[in-house]
């Protein structure tokens, strides 16, 4: 149960991190991107080749992060002039293709067998009694300020009759946080621990740096971007270096999700990185709500939530076979999606007046 938990807050944060690049594609900046999982690629291939070659971790991973980066400047030269439909079109192409290349390129990438047997971060640490003590008390420290932030949302009007996602959100908290202290506590019987750690960290950061970044009068001409391009062009704004700006950062941000998921997965193949990856977190983003600094984080939290719930209730409580049941989980996300978009379109935490869906 407990290395379970710490799997399962480990894809949280992952695919959370995965989507906080996409939010600031789409939800600050208005880019229709479906070929989010190309920075993905990237970063994870990145770290994982460069590893193996006998570079530093840290420095394998910074260059996964610029490659991503340098991979949204190239992505957004091509395709920026474009409209929103094409520039879709165009964006799940390129990260296609790319999936396609490194499936078939057999001596860099190693084609379809896939990179195996590269360096994990933390992998054979054996902490020290103080250094385990120094984990929990980071844990905790994350989770204090997850708190002190769900308090600053409670008392805001932002929470008016919202208080029960505050009180869902409390419970869940307080049912994970045991486990992941324990697993941090007995880290030689649970080393994923440490990872999970580093993604929450991580996750943290990055939030709170794209947070701060689109309060300020940069973040400012992003939206103004989103609303009505022309006008921000009437303004003396350089539309295309906003736009190309926005792509590096968010792909960057992707590209240091892809990082963390080469290592969480210890081996990574070119099916790994199928389009149904983009898809899955334009699902989360849309749940948790666009242009939310929580947003990715909360849809993320409810879709893998959903995803652990019915795998393991819906063979219990129904008598169907396994393929039965997968077309059946998947129509229900989608049934979940068109109640939302029917009621709530902005999503869970989103807010009417930032929704740019069908600008």
């Given at each position: ?272 990185f199928r389009p149904q990856l983009t898809f899955d977190a334009w699902t989360m983003l ?37 393929a039965q049941i997968g077309a059946l989980r998947i129509a229900l996300v989608g049934l979940?999606?068109m109640a939302l978009m029917i009621w709530r379109p902005q999503g869970i935490l989103g ?9």
């Amino acid at each position: 149960m407990i290395g379970y938990t710490i799997l399962l807050v480990c894809t949280i944060a992952l695919f959370a991190l995965f989507c906080v690049g996409l939010n600031l594609h789409w939800g600050y900046t208005g880019l229709l991107n479906f070929g989010h999982v190309a920075f993905l690629l990237i970063g994870a291939y990145s770290v994982a080749l460069l590893s193996q070659q006998g570079w530093p971790l840290w420095l394998a991973a910074i260059a996964g992060v610029s490659l991503s980066a340098l991979l949204g400047l190239v992505m957004g030269v091509a395709s920026l002039r474009l409209s929103q439909d094409y520039l879709g079109i165009v964006t799940v192409g390129l990260a296609e293709v790319l999936r396609i290349f490194v499936q078939n390129e057999t001596g860099l990438t190693q084609g379809s067998f896939g990179v195996q047997a590269y360096p994990i971060v933390l992998q054979g640490w054996d902490p020290q009694t103080w250094q385990t003590g120094l984990l929990v008390s980071g844990l905790l420290a994350i989770a204090a300020l997850g708190y002190q932030q769900l308090w600053q949302w409670w008392r805001s009007s932002a929470s008016r009759g919202r208080h029960w996602l505050g009180t869902i959100a409390l419970a869940s908290s307080l049912v994970v946080l045991p486990p992941a202290i324990w697993g941090l506590a007995d880290y030689e019987r649970y080393p994923r621990s440490g990872q999970m750690l580093l993604l929450l960290a991580a996750l943290w950061i990055t939030v709170a740096a794209v947070e701060r970044l689109v309060r300020s009068p940069w973040g400012r001409v992003l939206k103004a971007i989103r609303e009505d391009e022309e006008v921000a062009i009437a303004l003396g704004k350089n539309v295309l270096a906003y736009k190309l700006q926005s792509l590096a950062l968010g792909g960057a941000i992707a590209g240091l999700a892809g990082v963390f998921y080469a290592w969480q997965l210890t081996a990574i193949y070119p099916d790994n990185f199928r389009p149904q990856l983009t898809f899955d977190a334009w699902t989360m983003l849309v749940l948790g709500g666009t242009a939310h600094r929580f947003g990715p984080v909360l849809g993320a939290v409810v879709f893998w939530l959903y995803d652990s719930l019915t795998r393991f209730l819906l063979p219990a409580l129904l008598p169907l076979d396994g393929a039965q049941i997968g077309a059946l989980r998947i129509a229900l996300v989608g049934l979940l999606l068109m109640a939302l978009m029917i009621w709530r379109p902005q999503g869970i935490l989103g807010r009417r007046e930032e929704l740019s869906l069908g600008r």
